[in-house]
């Protein structure tokens, strides 16, 4: 198969990566050859220390090497089979480029955006065989997040999207199915895994480190959500929440932190910067976390449910299966537990009274419990 990338950033050197090691020939496209370059020279580094860690051999460097290259024309990318574009997220310039991608592949070849939230179906629109345009989101790094998020726009057509599907799992990926609405499943499900801490925090409950220590230690999260937003960034954490805000018409379960929109303000972006919720500049002393049993409990249910309520309202919208779902939390963001599965463990009286208890307090509509759960609590179901 022959497969062309579109941008040699840190995602689209990774699914060159993630596709030249499935045995595909391809070509990596940038208009800047620094970028080039710079991805060229990634991709030496990371399999040197591969073959130090036994994962490969010196062969199978050298072939990976050998499927790709390097090229600075769209022209060049004619003979390929699938196209995946990893550029800004920036609706017209993806629009641009596919327009100009269009007039040089066959007709049969697919065209794919790595969008984690714009429309596919906008992004579709400008080319003159929409149907040949789907989603494949993948997560970073590529080559080592198992899950991608596979989005068919309305116009997709089921070849293009059986396709896609199948081309993932022959890159030995693990595939989850979403609609294409704002944030699809993972930047959707996951908001209140941030939004509900800072509101936490807010509130003067917890400082950072017992938020980060309850949700670590009780619910065996890798990282803590204000760990985990120094380490992406909070000025990318914010603005994704601000976008699928917006997306969503403004909906209250998904509203920016005051917090955290001043912190990037402040330039306090988290690592990269030095300085986020927490500081890691040599020597720096952060606060040790608080460790009351009874309130890391309640810190716990109070995120955990949210993240559930939200999970439950993707099903109850048709956003994705359950199975697909649980899959994208755990494959694509690592978390200990698929939340329909943990609904199910918890129980679903325990969430619709959790919720219903979070409602009567604050009477916003933030705090409103799924439809689905309380019809599953009124009926005695569960997820699975």
Not at 15 to 35: E, H, M, P, R, W
Not at 217 to 226: S, Y
């Amino acid at each position: 198969m022959n497969v062309g990338i579109i941008g040699a950033g840190t995602m689209g050197s990774g699914i060159a990566q993630v596709a030249s090691t499935a045995g595909c020939t391809v070509k990596l496209f940038d208009l800047n050859q620094s970028a080039l370059d710079k991805a060229k020279a990634a991709l030496e580094k990371i399999l040197t220390r591969l073959i130090e860690k036994g994962r490969v051999d010196a062969d199978e460097k050298t072939r990976i090497q050998s499927n790709i290259s390097y090229v600075n024309t769209l022209k060049e990318l004619s003979d390929s089979n699938v196209t995946i574009e990893a550029i800004v997220e920036n609706i017209e310039v993806k629009k641009n480029v596919f327009i100009e991608l269009e007039r040089y592949v066959s007709e049969d070849c697919i065209i794919a955006s790595n969008t984690s939230s714009l429309s596919i179906a906008s992004i579709a629109a400008s080319l003159q065989k929409p149907e040949r345009c789907v989603g494949i989101h993948f997560f970073n790094p590529a080559p080592l997040m198992k899950l991608v998020e596979v989005v068919p726009a309305i116009q997709t057509s089921k070849e293009v999207l059986e396709k896609a599907k199948q081309t993932l799992l022959d890159w030995k990926k693990v595939v989850a199915v979403a609609k294409d609405t704002p944030g699809f499943i993972v930047n959707r499900v996951a908001r209140p895994f941030y939004g509900e801490s800072l509101r936490i925090y807010e509130e003067g409950i917890a400082d950072f480190a017992t938020i980060d220590y309850s949700l670590k230690t009780i619910g065996k999260f890798r990282m803590g959500p204000f760990e985990l937003m120094d380490f992406i960034g909070n000025d990318v954490n914010y603005t994704v929440t601000e976008t699928v805000f917006t997306a969503f018409y403004f909906d209250p379960r998904y509203k920016p932190s005051f917090t955290q929109k001043r912190f990037a303000e402040a330039g306090y972006l988290g690592r990269k910067s030095g300085k986020g919720f927490y500081d890691y500049s040599e020597g720096a002393l952060n606060a040790e976390p608080k460790e009351d049993k009874v309130l890391a409990q309640t810190i716990f249910d109070r995120v955990l449910v949210m993240l559930i309520n939200e999970a439950a309202d993707a099903l109850f919208l048709n956003i994705a299966s359950a199975e697909d779902i649980d899959i994208a939390m755990t494959k694509g963001v690592n978390y200990p537990k698929g939340l329909l599965a943990w609904a199910d463990e918890k129980g679903i009286n325990w969430c619709v009274s959790k919720l219903d208890a979070l409602y009567n307090d604050y009477h916003e509509d933030r705090y409103r419990c799924s439809p689905l759960l309380r019809r599953m609590k009124n009926e005695n179901k569960t997820f699975f």
